[in-house]
């Protein structure tokens, strides 16, 4: 009788630690599956932007293009923007030039409807929203030629304007 209440209490240790194991393996591979689904929601996720507008100031060397978020996620990574210009300057050469955020290049105003306020760095641009930059470009444009301007997102498709 002795031996079989051993035996018992033996087969219930080894079933416990067997649906221990079971348990933490499950667990396991449910926090797995969690960690790589939401990587792949991050990866996935990109920003729609629109260029909606631009103006060449009479300096013919400064420009205030408009960008919308046409999505439906804040876009929050501005300073992360590849802003590429391409025109012919007044001595008739073809720039292209890659521009440096806060060096030749930065956010000034923010509208959404009738409503605008300062740019406020971080802050990023909700859905609906419209950025309004400032594009110091290198030397004047010659406005008998287009000029095309082309913004991408760090994680998002890019907006072409030709102006």
């Keep these: 009788m002795i031996l079989l209440g051993i035996e018992i209490a033996v087969g219930m240790v080894i079933a416990a630690v067997a649906l221990v194991i079971v348990l933490g393996s499950l667990a396991t591979l449910i926090l797995t599956g969690y960690k790589i689904s939401t990587s792949n929601l991050n990866n996935n996720v990109q920003d729609e932007i629109k260029i909606t507008g631009a103006i060449l100031e009479s300096n013919n060397q400064t420009l205030l293009v408009n960008i919308t978020n046409i999505g439906s996620n804040l876009i929050y990574d501005i300073n992360e923007f590849d802003v590429i ?79």
């Design 85 to 163: 210009v391409e025109y012919n300057s007044t001595n008739k050469t073809q720039v292209v030039t890659l521009l440096q955020y806060n060096v030749s290049w930065f956010p000034i105003e923010v509208f959404v409807n009738s409503y605008s306020s300062s740019y406020i760095q971080y802050n990023g641009i909700l859905p609906g929203e419209t950025l309004e930059i400032k594009i110091n470009l290198p030397s004047q444009v010659n406005k008998n030629y287009p000029l095309v301007i082309v913004v991408s997102p760090l994680k998002g498709i890019e907006a072409t304007y030709t102006y």
